[in-house]
């Protein structure tokens, strides 16, 4: 008498529960390199916006106590160049200029996503795609 263990009605579940598995396993895969690639990148230009906000007290200040608009735009565009993230190439103030509030300056920074090269992965029935994010925005401020 010959005993049916059942194995032989199992042929090809393997590849197809691969088939059916492998697609998520990818997307959660490249949706944490996409976004660990985003983090990176922002920290990189909080860093670089409190570098440049810092740089601006070492300049000279007029009767106010305040220094030039255009030495201010100088010195972050010089630290924007050190960093090698120079305006325009890569990251851009976000309003044009920094803002001078009373003693207060704010250094805005962004970078949009399309710069950083990123491919983005569109599926079928996901509203968005991944990474869904258009730019990265940091702002430091300090009191001068």
Known sequence: MKKITGRGKQDGAVAIEFVIVFPLFLMIFYAIVSYSIIFVGMQNLHSVSAEAARAVVSLERDEGGLPDIDDIEGV?????????????????????????????????????IDDLSLPQLKLPGIPFSIPHLDTITSTSSIRL
């Open 76 to 112: 972050i565009e010089e630290v924007l160049l050190e960093r090698g993230v120079g305006a325009g190439e890569l990251a851009d103030l976000c309003n044009g200029s920094p803002a001078l509030i009373g003693r207060v300056l704010e250094v805005c920074l962004q970078i949009k």
